[in-house]
C-alpha cells in the first residue's frame, strides 16, 4: 500500500463547481490524513476556497486553466475541444503521467469517460471499459456493473465485469472471493439471452480463485443483497440504477406528505424522527455516491453532479480505497487467472453487442 | 362495449391456485356483474369453491382437466405437455375460439406467453408480442413495456410497443392522446443506442394521431410520472421494473425495522400509522397487478403467481377494461395510422435484436 495517495481532482466538475469540490476533498483529507490534492481548474474560483482551509492548503497545489467541460457537452465535443486544456483532461493526465494516483470528477460521464478512454486506454486483456458502483441493500452495499459505460454485452465482456466487480468488492467488503451473480429475467428461453447463458457457463467451469459464481440473480434481488458483485450489460444496468433510485425518491415523497397529513401524523413523526432519520441515513444516496471507471490503466471516479461536498468525499473516499489495495493489480491478478483460452473469441461472442 | 364480458381463468395457476382465483373472480364480479366465468382446471379443487359463492356459480362453467403447468415448467415443456389439455392452454383456447373474451392466469410467465403466441398468434402488422404492466408514480400510475416478452428491440418493434402502449394507455387513463417516452440512458453517444434512436426519429416524425411522443425519458423518471407510456426492450423492461420492486420492498423492510427500534418510534408507530398505511395503500403491488400480453389476436393477461385474491382481481379487472374499450381494436386502429412505409425494412433495423 502506498504512504501518500495523490489525488488529482476536476475542480470545475459537477452542478456546483469548486464550491462543492474543496470543502469536499477537505472532508476527505480530515478522514485521510495521508492524501495530497492536485486541484485542476480557475484558480480565482479555487484559490479563495483553499485558502481558508489551511490544512486543506498545505497539501494541495492549484493547477490553473481557463477551460471547463460544460456539463451538457456531448463526448465528442468534450474530447474536441477539451482533450488537453480542461480541467477534466488535466486531471486525467496527472494519473497518466503518475503525478497522481487517481482522478475525480463531478462532471458530465459521457466527456469523463470518453476522455479516460482516449488517455488511460483499456488495461491489457481488457477490450471495454465499465462504471461500477455501490448499491445499498438490506444487508449492506453489493456492487453492481455496468452502468453504462457501453451498450450490450458479449459472454466475454460479461466475464470481465465479472472480474473487475471481483477485485472491487475484494476491496470494498475485504472478502477473499466475493459472492458474483448475473442479472437476468426470469424466462428462461427468450431469444437473446445466449450472451448471459454463455457467460454463466464460463464463470461456472473456470471457478476463478477470486470470485465465487453463484449463478443468476433478477431485478429485485439486487437489494436484497443476494450476491456482492451483480453483473449486467451497461443499458440495462443504468436503467436499473435510476428505477431503482426514483422508486426510493418516489417513496421518500409519498412518506414525507403521507406523516404531514394530519396533526397525528405529525405528532407521529415527532415520536418516530430518529427512526426515519436513520432509515434515510441508511438509504443516503451520497453514501453510495462514486462510479468507478473499470478497466482502464488508472483509476477514475465519477462523482455525481449535483451532489453536495459530503456526497463528493464519499466519492473521493472510494478512490482512496482503491488506490490503497490496489484496485488494478487486483484485476491484474485475476486476469492472468483468467486464461484467454477459456474464454470464446469475441467476435463470435455474439449477442446484444 | 360488449354487455358481458367473458372471462376464461386458468384456475389452477399461480402459487396457491383455486384457492385465490376462485375469490378473486368473486371480487371481480362483485364489481363487476356483468361478466361470466369459465373456470379451467381440477373440478374436485374448484367446485367446493364455487359452490360456496352462490353468485358466482351463477355466472360461471367448470371445465375439467387434469393438466396443470407447472410454475417452474419451462416454455417449450409447456408447449409439449400441456398445449392441448392444460388449464393454462383451454383458458387461451376459449379466447381463440371466440368462447371468451379474455384469458387470466397466474402460471407461469413463459408458459402463458408461449401458448398464447402459439395459439392466438401475434396481430398482422406486429412481429412481436410485449408485456406491460401498469406502474405506480408520484402522479398515479403509468404504463410500462417491454416487461420481458422479447428481447432486444430494434427501431420497429419500439414503434409497435408504443403503438401499443398508447392503446393501453387510452383505455386505462381516458386520454385521447397519451405521451409516451422512449426509455434511454444519459449518455447520448454510446454506440448501441441506434434502435432507440431511430424509433424516436420516426415517432416524432410520424406523429401518430393517438399518441403524443415527447422524447427520451430515463429510469428515475417513471416514477416520476413523466408520460404515460414508458417504451423499452424487455430485457431493460423486466430488470427495471424487478430493481424498483425490489427497492420498494428494501425500503419497505428498513422502515419497519427502524418503526420498531424503541418504544419512542413504537409510539410515532401508533400515530402515524394511517398516513404509513395509506403510503403503503399507495404503493401497493397487488393495485399494479396484471401483466398485459400485447400484440397477439385476443387479450391475455399474466397475474403475478404470489398475488392473493384482492391482487388477482385487480389484473381480472385490467381485463375486463381492456375489453369493455376494445383493446384490439385500439390498437389496430393506431397500426392502420402507422403505415408499413415509414418504419423501415425489419431486416435492417439492426441493434441489439
Redesign the interface.
Known amino acids: 500500500m502506498p504512504n501518500r495517495v495523490r489525488i488529482a481532482l476536476d475542480a470545475m466538475g459537477g452542478d456546483i463547481g469548486p464550491a462543492v469540490v474543496i470543502p469536499g476533498a477537505q472532508l476527505c483529507l480530515e478522514r485521510h490524513p495521508g492524501v495530497e490534492f492536485l486541484l485542476f481548474g480557475d484558480s480565482a474560483l479555487i484559490a479563495p476556497l483553499v485558502d481558508a482551509r489551511p490544512r486543506l492548503k498545505a497539501v494541495s497545489r492549484i493547477v490553473h486553466t481557463d477551460i471547463a467541460i460544460a456539463m451538457d457537452a456531448?463526448?465528442?465535443q468534450a474530447l474536441r475541444q477539451g482533450r488537453w486544456k480542461s480541467s477534466m483532461a488535466l486531471a486525467i493526465d496527472a494519473v497518466k503521467r503518475g503525478d497522481a494516483d487517481l482522478a475525480v470528477s463531478a462532471g458530465n460521464?459521457?466527456a469523463l469517460?470518453?476522455l479516460a478512454k482516449f488517455q488511460l486506454k483499456t488495461m491489457p486483456g481488457i477490450s471495454r471499459p465499465a462504471i461500477a458502483a455501490r448499491w445499498p441493500?438490506?444487508r449492506g452495499e453489493s456492487i453492481v456493473l455496468d452502468l453504462?459505460?457501453?451498450?450490450?454485452a458479449d459472454a466475454a465482456h460479461l466475464v470481465d465485469l465479472a472480474v473487475m466487480g471481483g477485485a472491487m468488492a475484494r476491496i470494498l467488503f475485504g472478502r477473499e472471493r466475493p459472492t458474483v451473480g448475473l442479472?437476468n429475467?426470469?424466462?428462461?428461453?427468450?431469444?437473446?439471452?445466449e450472451p448471459v447463458r454463455e457467460a454463466g457457463r464460463i464463470l461456472r467451469e473456470h471457478n476463478f480463485p477470486f470470485i465465487e459464481y453463484t449463478g443468476y440473480v433478477?431485478?429485485?434481488?439486487?437489494?436484497?443483497g443476494v450476491v456482492d458483485v451483480v453483473v449486467?450489460e451497461?443499458?440495462?444496468g443504468?436503467?436499473?440504477?435510476?428505477?431503482?433510485?426514483?422508486?426510493?425518491?418516489?417513496?421518500a415523497?409519498?412518506?414525507k406528505a403521507?406523516?404531514g397529513?394530519?396533526i397525528?401524523?405529525r405528532?407521529?413523526?415527532?415520536?418516530?424522527?430518529?427512526?426515519?432519520r436513520?432509515?434515510a441515513g441508511?438509504?443516503d444516496p451520497r453514501k453510495a455516491n462514486g462510479g468507478v471507471f473499470l478497466g482502464l490503466n488508472g483509476v477514475v471516479i465519477k462523482s455525481h453532479g449535483g451532489t453536495d461536498a459530503e456526497g463528493f468525499a464519499y466519492a473521493v473516499d472510494m478512490g482512496y480505497d482503491m488506490i490503497r489495495h490496489d484496485l488494478l493489480a487486483q484485476i491484474g491478478q485475476t486476469l492472468v487467472g483468467k486464461g484467454d483460452s477459456l474464454v470464446p473469441p469475441r467476435l463470435t461472442g455474439g449477442g446484444?453487442?
Chains 1, 2 share one sequence.
Open positions: 456531448k463526448p465528442s460521464t459521457g469517460m470518453a441493500t438490506v453504462g459505460a457501453s451498450i450490450g442479472l429475467i426470469g424466462v428462461e428461453e427468450v431469444k437473446g439471452l433478477e431485478g429485485d434481488d439486487i437489494g436484497q449486467t451497461g443499458f440495462a443504468n436503467i436499473a440504477l435510476k428505477a431503482a433510485e426514483g422508486t426510493a425518491r418516489q417513496i415523497h409519498l412518506l403521507a406523516m397529513r394530519s397525528w401524523t405528532i407521529g413523526y415527532l415520536f418516530a424522527k430518529d427512526a426515519l436513520s432509515l441508511s438509504m446484444r453487442s
